[in-house]
């Protein structure tokens, strides 16, 4: 579609997975935290690395585990 892949941080990725219907389960190894979804057991793991950038391939891999795609993501994230 042309868009370019989302830049995004920790709290944008929260803000969109609680949008799709997931919650903080429990906390990881380090600053890793696993994020699910009762209703179809889907379960991510977000790197909490503050207002770092999250990496291209680690935020692909979020996206499979939410289902959507970047173009998804976006519209999410401009829908404050």
Known sequence: MGL??????YRDTTKIAKKLGFYFYR???GSHEIWRRDIDGRQTTIPNHG??????????????????????FFKLKKHK
């Open 27 to 29: 906390q990881a190894k």
């Open 51 to 72: 207002s770092k950038i999250i990496k291209r391939r680690t935020l692909k891999a979020i996206f499979e585990d939410f289902q959507i795609s970047a173009e998804e």
């Open 4 to 9: 370019k892949f989302p830049v995004v941080n």
